[in-house]
């Protein structure tokens, strides 16, 4: 009978150690590994705040590059314009549609000002006539309240004006974070390629292709979703500013059409808050029973929006679960804010596309390879080699 010997210990491991359980160790590892990742990401995410002025607009930039980077193709392919000057083409378009919609909304918003104010003081005496009534509350009580508040106004009137200060520092960051956007949108579409290219020459030579591949693939989950965005919210903006126009308020329906279209953007929140705004709209300007037809609109719009034109349009890498939607949604708004809730899904969609690919999932086969990036890497190769 052969004689049982003892399990030998690995001999890079001390006695000490290896009485230690193996799934303590394991969990050991993982855990530590865990945190200094975590670390990094908490370290990450800091100094991404400190410069959110510049991040931010590079971030809205590379979206509209997804969405008009077609656009500048079929211009470079099809006409005598280079590719610089195609993507000048593009932006000056961009920018005149988007200056030609504030204005329109602002030329009507401003001449349906007086009726605006007129109609808002009526809505406020209505409200507190019905607050009044229904909850018993006597004229003093809101006339207490009323001078409360007052008093509270003036004791922080130094903070209402650092509050000023700081909103004239606020728009020289957005004019500053406009004009930083368009130069990196321009650049983006003009030379987006080569500075991608620049990029991965900076990684090992085994990781280039396979980088290059996966981005490729992230890149066209990114325009999906800009696109979808895009169709999205301009059919949720028409079919809420119809309604507007249906129950009388032609005069509002661009600015409710231009708000809503801004707010679909932003994943559940900025539907439910759009569709709030055009309800409270309608509540003010025409009474209870129209603003009941408005929010059957929106309802009916938006329903149509989720279960019929997002499952439709939406592509294979951009399909996500509802539920990991709204978790990125409001991960992003707890770290970043409304910034965070505005790219939250876009990266999610981008990083779910990369990792499938990397992890042999390839959710668009029919790109293939890009032939002529990997003869690039490789000449590249030789000339360090040389």
Same mark, same amino acid.
């Given at each position: ?35 200094? @990742? ?21 971030? @809205? !930039?590379?979206?509209?590059? *997804? ?19 195609? /993507? /000048? ?18 030329? %009507? ?10 109609? !808002? ?73 080569? @500075? ?36 999205? *919210? ?9 309604? @507007? ?10 600015? #409710? ?39 059957? #609109? ?76 990997? %003869? ?11």
């Amino acid at each position: 009978m052969a004689k049982l010997q003892p399990a030998r210990r690995p001999p890079a491991v001390s006695p000490e150690v290896a009485d230690i359980p193996l799934g303590v160790r394991r969990l050991a590892a993982w855990s530590w590994r865990l945190i200094v @990742i975590t670390a990094a990401a908490a370290l990450l995410l800091w100094g991404v705040s400190k410069v959110s002025t510049l991040v931010v607009p590079v971030l @809205i !930039a590379v979206l509209l590059a *997804a969405l008009l980077a077609p656009l500048v193709n079929v211009l470079t392919r099809y006409t005598f314009l280079g590719r610089s000057a195609a /993507a /000048a083409v593009a932006l000056v378009g961009l920018l005149l549609v988007v200056s030609g919609m504030f204005t329109l909304a602002g030329r %009507q918003l401003i001449a349906q000002w007086p009726d605006i104010q007129t109609k !808002a003081v009526e809505g406020f005496q209505t409200l507190m006539q019905w607050v009044t009534t229904t909850f018993q509350i006597d004229a003093p009580m809101i006339n207490s309240a009323v001078d409360e508040a007052l008093t509270q106004l003036q004791k922080n009137a130094d903070g209402l004006v650092n509050g000023a200060l700081s909103t004239a520092s606020t728009l020289g960051n957005i004019v500053t974070g406009i004009v930083v956007c368009l130069f990196s949108l321009f650049f983006f579409l003009a030379g987006g390629p080569q @500075i991608w290219r620049w990029v991965v020459g900076l990684l090992p030579p085994a990781a280039r292709g396979a980088t290059h591949e996966s981005f490729r693939r992230g890149w066209r989950a990114l325009a999906e979703y800009a696109r979808t965005q895009i169709l999205v *919210a301009g059919v949720d903006a028409t079919g809420i500013a119809i309604g @507007i126009v249906v129950l009388g308020l032609a005069p509002y329906g661009v600015p #409710i059409w231009l708000l809503v279209f801004l707010f679909s953007f932003i994943p559940l929140i900025g539907a439910v808050l759009s569709g709030a705004i055009a309800v409270l709209i309608v509540l003010v300007m025409k009474g209870v029973v129209p603003a009941l037809i408005m929010l059957g #609109i929106v309802v009916a719009v938006q329903q149509l929006e989720g279960n019929v034109l997002q499952p439709f349009l939406m592509g294979k890498a951009v399909a996500l679960h509802p539920l990991g939607v709204f978790l990125g949604v409001a991960l992003g708004a707890m770290v970043a804010g409304i910034a965070g809730a505005l790219f939250a899904i876009p990266m999610i969609a981008f990083v779910n596309a990369t990792m499938l690919y990397l992890v042999g999932r390839d959710p668009n086969p029919e790109l293939g390879t890009d032939d002529a990036a990997a %003869q690039y890497y490789r000449e590249l190769e030789r000339s360090a080699r040389s």
